[in-house]
């Protein structure tokens, strides 16, 4: 696929790809009510979790923390399935993936928001590079400033990104077009090197319980609650150990 390069809200995509941004609450351009940025969210969590509080309408900072990695593992979820389906992925500065209030399902929620940067075709050869780089800047390098201000665990934001790869782990390994790249970006995650400065071991490997991701739909898989049931107009989710 030929490179995808764009600035500012003027974003080329071909209509899948843009589809399937929108469908992860992931849009094109500057938010209409911004509240921060990536950048801006690693060097003072405390002032974006208080927004993050305000948008969803949590006193607890627990609740809001884990609210707002759930929001970012989708666009983390995204990128890896841009990874397998497009062998691209979204690439620009920590200021150019912007943060917004916005209503979805008559709820006042926090979606991301792609000011720039530029979609690059990944090297096969280079993709677990690629993909630890994803799980460092979406996910580790946010959880440790958010663990400053808030008890929420890393386990648990991790986690928040895990149960979206489990639907697109599903989708795509169940695809015969896909299957390929699915299970080798999926042997990728699961290769404890993959975390090297990340983890102590694969954390996916540790989830997935030597099972398939197919098999782990609408289980109680996760080790920690992600508090969506402590959120104003949310309910728990279908991973919860604390379901019942």
Not at 65 to 88: D, H, K, N, P, W
Not at 111 to 132: C, I, K, M, N, Y
Not at 211 to 231: E, F, G, M, W
Request: proline share 6%.
């Amino acid at each position: 696929m030929a490179r995808v390069r764009y600035n500012g809200p003027m974003m080329n995509l071909t209509p899948d790809m843009k589809r399937q941004l929108n469908s992860y609450s992931i849009y094109l351009g500057e938010p209409a009510h911004p509240l921060f940025t990536l950048k801006s969210l690693k060097e003072d969590p405390s002032a974006a979790l208080d927004l993050v509080q305000a948008v969803s309408r949590t006193k607890n900072r627990t609740v809001a923390a884990s609210f707002f990695t759930r929001r970012l593992g989708m666009f983390t979820a995204m990128q890896l399935y841009m990874l397998i389906v497009y062998e691209e992925i979204w690439e620009g500065p920590d200021e150019e993936l912007g943060f917004g209030a916005i209503e979805e399902y008559g709820n006042l929620t926090v979606s991301q928001f792609l000011t720039g940067g530029t979609f690059r075709p990944a090297d096969p050869d280079e993709h677990r590079g690629t993909v630890r780089a994803i799980l460092r800047t979406y996910v580790k390098d946010v959880s440790d400033p958010l663990r400053t201000v808030s008890p929420a665990s890393s386990l648990t934001h991790w986690e928040n990104m895990f149960g979206f790869l489990l639907y697109h782990f599903h989708v795509l390994l169940n695809d015969p077009y896909t299957a390929a790249e699915a299970q080798a970006v999926l042997d990728i995650l699961k290769d404890g090197r993959t975390w090297e400065g990340l983890a102590k071991e694969s954390l996916f490997a540790r989830y997935l319980q030597d099972r398939r991701p197919s098999d782990l739909l609408n289980t109680t898989v996760r080790t920690t609650c992600c508090h969506s049931k402590d959120v104003p107009g949310l309910m728990q989710c279908g991973f919860c150990p604390l379901k019942k």
